[in-house]
Nanobody, 123 residues
């Protein structure tokens, strides 16, 4: 079982940037895909981005593609999400997730979840 801790959330104005981090403990971090999901109030948890186990493939939802960048450092057991040009609709709790496969695209592909970090974007 991998333990995940997110950090880096906060309040930012529209057009601003934030960088989220996800620190993982456990020996299987580099073996599987990692991902970011988000959940806005009253809505379901949605896929944001994922990165393959070696970090050589990345996938994004249409709503964030071109603005967000996912990356991972397997030597540090850490994953990142650089978020630029933030908009009020990006406001949500962001969750990092550790996959159960080498590539992941849906919540079903991920078996461990962090507690989440709040991102709020003001207009």
């Amino acid at each position: 079982q991998v333990q995940l801790v997110e950090s880096g959330g906060g309040l930012v104005q529209a057009g601003g940037s934030l960088r989220l981090s996800c620190a993982a403990s456990g020996r299987t971090f580099s073996t599987y895909a990692m991902g970011w999901f988000r959940q806005a109030p009253g809505k379901k948890r949605d896929f944001v981005a994922s990165i393959s186990w070696r970090g050589d493939s990345t996938y994004y939802s249409h709503s964030v593609e071109g603005r967000f960048t996912i990356s991972r450092d397997n030597a540090k057991n850490t994953m990142y999400l650089q978020m630029n040009s933030l908009q009020p609709e990006d406001t949500a709790v962001y969750y990092c997730a550790h996959g159960s496969r080498k590539y992941g695209f849906t919540a079903a592909d991920f078996g461990s979840w962090g507690q989440g970090t709040q991102v709020a974007v003001s207009s």
